[in-house]
């Protein structure tokens, strides 16, 4: 075979294979159309899964303030079970409460944040360590005075009394007469007010805002007067027709302020 035929042949079949190699070579790479695509199903991507941490931790984070809100309440709750439980109910001691009237001290409708006070069987803060007798005076309100430490936050008093006729100085338990000076409301002016200071006040809920209760009768309707009208009672009568007291809270976030 001649040499220059057999170059020809060579150089031909090189080109041939080099076209080849080319052709293959743009055929595995990427268009630009498909790369934008690519790019635009990572960035959803992304960004469904940013959306889900996003919401997880909101839901987290609610999660534990409702817990924060919860473990300030339930210790707030059991103090106020336990006062209750141990009230003393008797016909001849007062009682100050939404709707009380004559002969105990006059509580009225209470309009916004209601109070309470009552005489319990809970030790208290007691003038002088000796003659400590068992009862206390007990008392809920949330202080109105704009100027104290205490605004706008649950309060709880708790006065301890001593044995009748151990002393001239402090007032010891007073039985009801006929004579107003025997009630509550005369004796402790701060039992009875939302804004009057009283060293026996102490800070209870310090997120609480809004107290507020009613009475459970004995024939399982709720009521805001502490007695059955429909047997005729017109008085407290030491909560002979009252079986509970139904107490409702408000409590506001401190980090937040969103109401719980």
């Given at each position: 075979?001649?040499?220059?035929?057999?170059?020809?042949?060579?150089?031909?079949?090189?080109?041939?294979?080099?076209?080849?190699?080319?052709?293959?070579?743009?055929?595995?790479?990427?268009?630009?159309l498909e790369l934008l695509v690519s790019i635009a199903v990572l960035v959803i991507l992304i960004l469904?899964?940013?959306?889900?941490?996003?919401?997880?931790?909101?839901?987290?984070?609610?999660?534990?303030?409702?817990?924060?809100?919860?473990?300030?309440?339930?210790?707030?709750?059991?103090?106020?079970?336990?006062?209750?439980?141990?009230?003393?109910?008797?016909?001849?001691?007062?009682?100050?409460?939404?709707?009380?009237?004559?002969?105990?001290?006059?509580?009225?409708?209470?309009?916004?944040?209601?109070q309470i006070a009552f005489y319990s069987c809970v030790a208290g803060y007691y003038p002088t360590p000796?003659?400590?007798?068992?009862?206390?005076?007990?008392?809920?309100?949330?202080?109105?005075?704009?100027?104290?430490?205490?605004?706008?936050?649950?309060?709880?008093?708790?006065?301890?009394?001593?044995?009748?006729?151990?002393?001239?100085?402090?007032?010891?338990?007073?039985?009801?007469?006929?004579?107003?000076?025997?009630?509550?409301?005369?004796?402790?002016?701060?039992?009875?007010?939302?804004?009057?200071?009283?060293?026996?006040?102490?800070?209870?809920?310090?997120?609480?805002?809004?107290?507020?209760?009613?009475?459970?009768?004995?024939?399982?309707?709720?009521?805001?007067?502490?007695?059955?009208?429909?047997?005729?009672?017109?008085?407290?009568?030491?909560?002979?027709?009252?079986?509970?007291?139904?107490?409702?809270?408000?409590?506001?976030?401190?980090?937040?302020?969103?109401?719980?």
């Amino acid at each position: 075979m001649p040499r220059s035929l057999t170059l020809k042949g060579q150089q031909k079949c090189s080109l041939h294979s080099i076209g080849i190699n080319l052709v293959r070579k743009r055929n595995c790479a990427f268009t630009i159309l498909e790369l934008l695509v690519s790019i635009a199903v990572l960035v959803i991507l992304i960004l469904l899964v940013s959306r889900l941490f996003i919401s997880a931790a909101a839901v987290i984070t609610s999660g534990n303030r409702r817990m924060d809100a919860d473990a300030q309440l339930r210790p707030l709750f059991d103090r106020i079970a336990v006062d209750f439980s141990q009230m003393v109910r008797r016909s001849d001691l007062d009682f100050f409460g939404k709707n009380t009237a004559a002969p105990n001290s006059s509580g009225g409708t209470m309009g916004g944040n209601d109070q309470i006070a009552f005489y319990s069987c809970v030790a208290g803060y007691y003038p002088t360590p000796s003659f400590q007798s068992p009862i206390s005076l007990v008392g809920y309100r949330v202080n109105s005075d704009s100027n104290g430490r205490s605004f706008n936050k649950l309060e709880r008093m708790s006065k301890g009394l001593i044995w009748n006729g151990v002393s001239s100085s402090y007032t010891p338990i007073l039985f009801l007469d006929s004579a107003s000076t025997t009630t509550i409301a005369n004796k402790w002016p701060a039992a009875v007010s939302n804004s009057t200071t009283d060293s026996d006040y102490e800070l209870i809920g310090p997120s609480v805002f809004r107290f507020e209760y009613y009475y459970l009768l004995s024939n399982g309707s709720l009521s805001d007067t502490p007695w059955n009208t429909s047997t005729g009672h017109t008085s407290v009568s030491g909560m002979q027709d009252v079986a509970a007291i139904s107490v409702c809270i408000a409590i506001i976030d401190p980090k937040t302020k969103v109401v719980r």
